[in-house]
């Protein structure tokens, strides 16, 4: 099992709709978890960041945390054009004595106006 | 203050040569990060200081690579004899202590070997 995976896209969706974006992840002892947006060309800026269980909001972002099991989404409501970019999720995984934050290959969202 | 910063932009260079590539962390910053990112690939981690010294330098993929890092803030990569298949984004990265905080991400260089 890949340590993080996301569901593969792309993903299209029209201009208002939510967007869903899922991750599942390999280590149990993982704490802090992140959600990235990048654009094409840029480099990946934070969205948002979630370390306990359960849901934290953040205008219309929404980031979902199941430790059980090992699952972590994002919520995109009333999603528009300029959110198309790929979503990478981020996991800190422990590695040699460290934790290491180990990314996703990225789901492509695209939103039709 | 200032985000991450990254130099060059973009290089270009013949295979062989050798590359040296720079990134300024976030003021106060004492964790940095190098990744690789190739054209339609994930983040590829390379290596992670923590102040000057390097507990995990695993994801360097062969002995042309090797970093350091000063005074507990700029950082060089340096790429040795370059390969084309080095050819890839570089992106640094910094947080505030350690691997558990949220990492910021610089612009990028973008490596090409022709």
Excluded at chain 1, 2 to 9: A, C, D, H, R, Y
Excluded at chain 2, 3 to 21: A, H, R, W, Y
Excluded at chain 2, 76 to 103: F, H, K, N, W
């Amino acid at each position: 099992q890949k340590e993080v995976e996301q569901n593969s896209g792309p993903l299209s969706v029209p201009e208002g709709a939510i967007a869903s974006l899922n991750c599942t992840y390999s280590d149990r002892g993982s704490q802090s978890f992140f959600w990235y947006r990048q654009y094409s060309g840029k480099s990946p800026e934070l969205i948002m960041s979630i370390y306990s269980n359960g849901d934290k909001e953040d205008g219309r972002f929404t980031a979902q945390l199941n430790k059980a099991s090992q699952y972590v989404s994002l919520l995109i409501r009333d999603s528009q054009p300029s959110d198309s970019a790929t979503y990478l999720c981020a996991v800190n995984i422990w590695h040699r004595s460290n934790y290491k934050l180990t990314f996703g290959k990225g789901t492509l969202l695209t939103v039709n106006p | 203050g200032a985000g991450v910063s990254q130099s060059p932009s973009n290089k270009v260079t013949e295979k062989g040569k050798d590359v040296e590539l720079r990134c300024d962390p976030i003021s106060g910053h004492t964790a940095l990060y190098w990744y690789r990112q190739s054209l339609g690939q994930g983040l590829e981690f390379l290596i992670y200081f923590q102040g000057n010294s390097a507990p995990d330098k695993s994801g360097l993929p062969s002995d042309r690579f090797s970093a350091e890092r000063t005074g507990g803030s700029v950082s060089t990569l340096t790429i040795q004899r370059t390969q084309q298949e080095d050819s890839a984004v570089y992106l640094c990265a910094s947080s505030s202590q350690g691997p558990t905080d949220t990492q910021y991400f610089g612009p990028g260089t973008r490596l090409t070997v022709l």
